[in-house]
């Protein structure tokens, strides 16, 4: 018989998970973590997404870039069917194209346009340890499907994250969400050794009805608007792909095509 068919579709898209017992070495789990075995995918990795963004400013800074930190955008001016502008705290800022890329903010913004972006916040926790030396933390990124965890290795640090709650844009912190972070940690890794504070965040992931992103031209929207929005918890990994279909359709010698990955865009 041949191999499940999801199975064959991993291995097409060139993804080759193993399997690893503890024999095995748990697949980088960490010197006397609770884990019996997992499927181990060598190409998949962990990365440093502020390390990354900050690059990437440094590198559009030297490529003539002007980079505005601490500026809100609070709506467009129109001029026909185009944008002529984003009004911004600072003052308007005119362009040929806009990219609208808030998260979940996007929708707010593309209100006024007449646009009803089918986006809404995930609420989600995570906390960061400062590993020790020779921490018995582990050296891959691991998912714990039971307890819907990940815990990402990244350098000296060790990140844990997970939850989905639908409460809207509350920011707070409550202290019981946390200490579920961190009791899973030291269930699964009760060796590992961690600098006293875990450093405490939540955020909200923008999640579309289909858990697909938002990525291209609207229908309805002005002619030189275009979405990157609704990645939900993948906005890392699938943060440069959507970026290129983006850049594709801004070049001016190739078709600016509406790009529509998500059924649910047209709304409104």
Known sequence: PGEPAAQHRTRRAGIHPRFRDRAAGGGGAG?????????????????????????????????????????????????????????????DIPADSFVLALGTASASLARPLGL???????????????????????????????????FA??????????????????????????ETLESATRALFPQCRAAPGSAPWTGMRPATPTGLPIVGRHPRGPENLLLNTGHGALGFTLAFGTAQQVVEALAPARPRPVLRPAPAAPHG
């Open 31 to 91: 010197a006397g973590a609770a884990i019996a075995g997992a499927i181990y995918t060598p190409s998949e990795c962990a990365a440093d997404c502020q390390l990354a963004c900050a690059g990437l400013a440094a590198l559009l800074a030297r490529r003539g870039a002007q980079l505005r930190f601490g500026v809100s955008a609070t709506g467009f001016a129109r001029q026909g069917g185009r944008i002529a502008a984003v009004h911004t705290s600072a003052g």
């Open 116 to 150: 009803r972006l089918p986006l809404y916040p995930l609420k989600g926790y995570s906390i960061t340890l400062e590993l020790e030396e020779d921490a018995g933390a582990p050296r891959v990124s691991i998912t714990d499907s039971a307890r819907k965890l990940v």
């Open 153 to 178: 290795r990244i350098g000296r640090r060790l990140r844990v994250a997970g939850m989905a709650e639908l409460v809207g844009h509350d920011a707070s912190i409550p202290a019981a969400r946390i």
